[in-house]
């Protein structure tokens, strides 16, 4: 059977596009836009018809016609909580997508362009392990404050599929695995596998800081920054979300510039890169308990996981509580092409959101 199948990433200033033949890669390329075109759309959704021209030319540009695809997919946008793994993408999606977003992110458009194009050849369209995957077990939601509930969003599809190669690699079972997966990104999440799922998250803005974010910090010194009169809430967001971590000490988010300057013999630098890889081990650490700390594999994935300083920083911390393998990068378009791949052959079903 042919498996012939178009991948779609939407990014805040990119559209990844992808063409695989079952999990081979044909080709790939990143459609950049600035940010003079993005701001003249009010909403993520105000974009679909400039993203889906440009993937459609992208497409005639490589040969590609949109009815040769067998499937579609596009990653999962911040839909409502859903489970892991494949979902088609069917009318009730897309409208929570562009009315009711848990939140605002570029990849909410992606399922609404992915479900335009296989409505118009006649396939199905899928999301794979989206933003919003909450598997968490009900005791590891709970927070000090009630009404105020831990949130499960994060690197789902990369974190899911560094498990997933991990267990197929060494030829063991996923469910009967308990593995711990450190993205180690602009911002860095981690989660906890066990029994198949992923029951336990630690999120950007509650875990380690990061190359951008702030992570998790004292919540009464955020409660008076917040009360100062000195921001706004837009502005305050922006220095946790994407003016904290690195770039607050050194005016960069590139790890390799931080690395460098350390390499150097920057003090501040070194100091500041190895407490960044001490927050991340014990942040692994701190998730280990919801399974009595039986861990068999952690994983370090993402782009910083390519930096050898920083990998071996965390692993001489934690190596303590089970065996350290790196798999980095991000895999996103890979991961996606290879979850539909096993729902075309099979090997795992696809799952429908509807309504309460």
């Known amino acids: 059977m042919a498996e012939k199948i178009l991948v779609i990433n939407p990014g805040s200033t990119s559209t990844k596009i992808a063409v695989y033949d079952g999990n081979d890669e044909v080709w ?49 946008g911040c839909m409502p909580p859903v489970s892991s793994g494949a979902y088609e993408v069917n009318d009730y999606m897309v409208d929570c997508l562009h009315y009711r977003p848990v939140d605002q992110h570029a990849s909410n458009v992606g399922a609404a362009i992915a479900l335009i194009f296989a409505r118009e050849i006649g396939v199905k369209a899928y999301t794979y392990d989206a933003l919003t995957v909450d598997e968490m077990l009900p005791i590891n939601t709970i927070t000090g404050l009630k009404g105020i509930r831990r949130p499960a969003r994060g690197h789902n599809l990369n974190t899911r599929a560094a498990a997933l190669k991990l267990c197929k690699d060494k030829e063991i079972s996923y469910p009967d695995t308990n593995i711990i997966v450190a993205h180690l990104g602009g911002g860095i999440t981690i989660n906890l596998h066990s029994g198949g799922k992923m029951i336990d998250m630690i999120m950007d803005e509650e875990g380690p800081f990061s190359p951008e974010r702030a992570g998790g910090m004292p919540v009464y010194s955020i409660v008076n920054m917040a009360y100062s009169g000195m921001y706004t809430k837009e502005e305050l967001m922006k220095q946790l979300q994407r003016k904290g971590g690195m770039v607050s000490y050194f005016g960069t988010s590139d790890m390799r510039e931080v690395e460098a300057m350390a390499e150097e013999g920057n003090q501040e630098a070194r100091m500041m890169f190895a407490a960044m890889a001490l927050a991340v081990a014990k942040n692994i650490a701190k998730i280990a308990p919801s399974v009595n700390g039986k861990i068999d594999y952690i994983i370090l994935t993402g782009g910083l996981a390519y930096s050898k300083m920083f990998t071996d920083l965390v692993k001489e911390r934690i190596s303590f509580l089970g065996t350290v393998e790196l798999i980095p990068g991000e895999n996103e378009m890979k991961s996606l092409a290879q979850g539909v791949v096993r729902v075309m052959r099979g090997e795992e079903q696809a799952k429908v959101l509807m309504p309460d």
Request: charged share 30%; with cysteine; glycine share 4%.
């Open 28 to 76: 790939v390329e990143s459609i950049n836009h600035s940010l003079e075109e993005i701001k003249v759309f009010p909403t993520v959704f105000d974009q679909l018809d400039m993203r889906k021209d440009l993937i459609l030319k992208c497409m005639e540009k490589h040969g590609d016609a949109l009815d040769t695809f067998q499937a579609i997919v596009s990653r999962g």
